[in-house]
């Protein structure tokens, strides 16, 4: 290994969102010898995962759940025996609700993201008009794309289902996973198995159809998202972040120490931090685990161009409102684990979760927790207003959606500024221009969700990858 000043080769990762943390938890696993210094401007670690708890309320900050389907946060969870915290689904409340006309409809069973896997659902759903339907079955007849390339997620849907099941179904699905437009993200770096389906079966209804005998009973009774596959930590995302961090070596971690400029000089890397902070010296390698805008910045005296590459990145905002009633001050059954808002609709929120519906443990019994979902891509200058128009945006929604009668018990509100990246059209090539370039900077590793996925545990797949290429580098003197 490399062996600039000490003994043992010194690595820093600066970022401790749950890329960060996984970084450093899967270098301590391969190569307990190296000396890890993580290190986040904020005061606490976890990025975007926080939790608070109050009166008997569990607060989530941003994210509430991880997928399983794509094994990294599970394997994770697991070697650091923290899966019996997961808690799944309620099954009996499964499915979610879209607005039409000012009033939730449930999504027809089947229906996940844009693909009905059930017909009889999607024929008598008040969603869409019959003329819609019928463009959405027709999709059946529809040719695949002759040409190669990327596209948006919007032309794909409409090409292939037409402008109404893009309108009411799909554009507001998507704007609840990505906070973002349709129009411009990538179908290929957000949802390249729409475009296989496209590709291997000529239509995406032929290819359900052929995949459906395989599915549980409870996947094909499930609508907008694959909540089966959902699982939370009872305690809540910070609880996971915070069973990483313990088992990170003692000293690993140093908040409240922003990064303003990394250098290298004969191999060697120091980080110069923000306020009166002495530097860090002396590493062999540096992973920069932050979002794209706070990557761009760092790495911009190092290579200019790769800078601009990824700052082109864009990371969308959004505002969370958490409100808690008494479950006999809201009318609507709340039999579903939330509703999505079309754009279409031209209303002020993006979407509703009903957090205590979800998961257990989130409100004392007789009494509910809502979330609500504002700015996002398409209505990002929202974020500019103070919180307590939010607060008031937010209630007056779900009153009015959910039938509520008074005042929220407790609020939290949740500002989450420039942190869900989104994946433009052309983002894969742009990512490969980024991996190849960074690969000329010895010692120099990206990782965070700004470049192969948004969701937690693709990020912890990042960030044990970019753990494994630092080893590679600090073994073999080869980078990436
Ligand atoms: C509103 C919202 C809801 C979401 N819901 C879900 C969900 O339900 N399920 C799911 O799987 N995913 C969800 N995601 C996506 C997922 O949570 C994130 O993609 C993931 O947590 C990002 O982790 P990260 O470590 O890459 O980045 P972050 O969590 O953003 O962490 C980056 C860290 O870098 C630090 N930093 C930045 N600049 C510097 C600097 N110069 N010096 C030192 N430190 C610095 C920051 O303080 C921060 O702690 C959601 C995202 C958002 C925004």
Avoid at 366 to 395: C, M, N, T
């Amino acid at each position: 290994m490399n062996n600039p000043t000490t003994s043992a080769p010194r690595v820093a990762v600066i970022g401790g969102g749950i890329s960060g943390l996984a970084t450093a938890h899967r270098l301590a696993e391969l190569a307990p010898q190296l000396s890890v210094t993580l290190v986040d401007r904020a005061d606490r670690v976890g990025g975007v995962l926080q939790t608070a708890e109050q009166d008997g309320f569990l607060f989530e900050w941003g994210p509430d759940n991880f997928i399983t389907n794509v094994p990294w946060g599970i394997a994770l969870c697991r070697r650091i025996g923290f899966a019996d915290q997961l808690l799944e689904t309620d099954d009996q409340h499964r499915g979610a609700f879209v607005v039409r006309r000012g009033r939730l409809h449930r999504i027809p069973q089947g229906f996940i993201i844009m693909a009905p896997s059930r017909m009889w659902p999607v024929v008598t759903t008040p969603i869409l008009s019959p003329w819609g339907k019928l463009r959405m079955a027709a999709e059946f007849f529809v040719p695949p794309r002759r040409e190669e390339g990327d596209e948006s997620l919007a032309a794909f849907v409409t090409r292939r289902f037409g402008q109404e099941t893009y309108d009411r179904l799909v554009q507001p699905l998507i704007g609840g996973i990505y906070t973002g437009d349709p129009r411009l993200l990538s179908l290929q770096a957000t949802m390249p198995r729409f475009r296989e389906m496209e590709q291997g079966h000529g239509s995406l209804i032929r290819a359900i159809m052929r995949q459906v005998g395989r599915r549980t009973s409870a996947d094909r009774n499930s609508s907008g998202g694959r909540y089966s596959m959902f699982v939370a930590p009872r305690r809540g995302m910070f609880s996971l972040v915070q069973a990483v961090a313990d088992r990170l070596p003692a000293g690993t971690i140093r908040l409240g120490a922003g990064v303003r400029r990394i250098m290298q000089q004969n191999g060697v890397w120091t980080l110069e931090l923000e306020g009166r902070h002495p530097p860090l010296p002396a590493f062999d390698a540096v992973v920069l685990a932050t979002p794209a805008k706070a990557t761009a910045e760092l790495i911009q005296p190092l290579d200019g161009i790769l800078s601009d590459q990824v700052s082109q990145i864009h990371h969308s905002s959004c505002c969370i409102v958490s409100l808690a009633y008494q479950r006999d001050q809201v009318s609507h059954p709340m039999d579903g684990f939330g509703f999505v808002v079309p754009a279409v609709e031209q209303r002020e929120i993006i979407s509703g979760s009903f957090a205590s519906v979800k998961y257990p443990g989130r409100a004392p019994d007789g009494h509910v927790l809502l979330r609500v979902f504002i700015g996002g891509a398409l209505q990002e200058e929202l974020l500019e207003l103070p919180d307590d128009r939010l607060l008031s945006i937010a209630h007056r929604e779900m009153a009015q959606l959910l039938g509520i009668r008074g005042e929220p018990l407790l609020h939290r509100l949740a500002r989450l500024p420039a942190s869900m990246p989104q994946y433009y059209v052309g983002h894969g090539e742009r990512v490969a221009t980024i991996h190849e370039r960074a690969a000329a900077i010895r010692g120099l590793f990206l990782t965070g969700n700004a470049y192969e996925g948004v969701g937690v545990p693709v990020c912890i797949h990042g960030g044990e990858k970019a753990a494994q290429r630092v080893v590679d580098y600090l073994q073999n003197g080869a980078n990436k």
